[in-house]
């Protein structure tokens, strides 16, 4: 059984860091696409940033309104993966999820999707 469990999130000051944290755990083989998303209160959720590994070199990519500010990176020996947040704004506040995409494990041949249950991030002073 996998789960994805993050951590990190709380509150912050507007210009204040906050770092998250994702774990996956279980039989995991290798994990396609690590990512971030945010779900702020009557929005959608939104990609914030994701990281891939393409010919041995980690990929990131991000959301415009979050380029130059946050920093996405992984250990994927823990199959842990981070989101660095600098300067935020108080319009970041939101539920943030991560997200592991085309996850395998040993007992399956499928690559599935999984979802964390999210952490807070509230952005006010």
């Known amino acids: 059984q996998v789960q994805l469990v993050e951590s990190g999130g709380g509150l912050v000051q507007p210009g204040g860091s906050l770092r998250l944290s994702c774990t996956a755990s279980g039989r995991i083989f290798s994990i396609g696409v690590m990512g971030w998303y945010r779900q702020a209160p009557g929005k959608q959720r939104e990609l914030v940033a994701d990281?891939?590994?393409?010919?041995?070199?980690?990929?990131?990519s991000y959301a415009d309104s979050v380029k130059g500010r946050f920093t996405i990176s992984r250990d994927y020996t823990k199959h842990t993966w981070y989101l660095q947040m600098n300067t935020l704004k108080p319009e970041e506040t939101a539920v943030y999820y991560c997200n592991a995409d085309g996850l395998r494990t040993w007992d399956s041949d499928a690559s599935v999707g999984y979802w964390g249950q999210g952490t807070q991030v509230t952005v006010s002073s």
């Open positions: 990281i891939t590994q393409i010919a041995g070199t980690d990929v990131a």
